[in-house]
Nanobody
Framework: QVQLVESGGGLVQAGGSLRLSCAAS????????MGWFRQVPGKQREFVAA????????AYADSVKDRFTISKDNAKNTVYLQMNSLKPEDTAEYYC???????????????????WGQGTQVTVSS
């Protein structure tokens, strides 16, 4: 079965950096749309970044643009999220998602994704 496993979260001070990783298995990784979302208690899962199949190779939420970078290594079946200049408002559980089966054009919509990892906590202190 498909597995997505996030890692790399932790506690950092404001202005610091983290790199999240999402290792995928049993997934057509090279053709899937991979994305990162985050969620805090009581709120909806929020789009962070994705790698669309067409158009721009990367897409970002306005709140993280110019601070976060999404990338992937097809040979390693791994997608990354480099997070720089972290702010306390970035504190959340971060989830890796994969859209495989259906229309993946709406990459910023959580409902577009077929699979999710278990999440990794990012906490940014001030």
């Amino acid at each position: 079965q498909v597995q997505l496993v996030e890692s790399g979260g932790g506690l950092v001070q404001a202005g610091g950096s983290l790199r999240l990783s999402c290792a995928a298995s049993r997934l057509p990784f090279s053709s899937a749309v991979m994305g990162w979302f985050r969620q805090v208690p009581g709120k909806q899962r929020e789009f962070v970044a994705a790698m669309p199949q067409s158009g721009p190779s990367t897409a970002y939420a306005d709140s993280v643009k110019d601070r976060f970078t999404i990338s992937k290594d097809n040979a390693k079946n791994t997608v990354y999220l480099q997070m720089n200049s972290l702010k306390p408002e970035d504190t959340a559980e971060y989830y890796c998602g994969a859209c495989v089966y259906y229309d993946c054009r709406s990459y910023a919509r959580a409902g577009s994704y077929d699979y999710w990892g278990q999440g990794t906590q990012v906490t940014v202190s001030s």
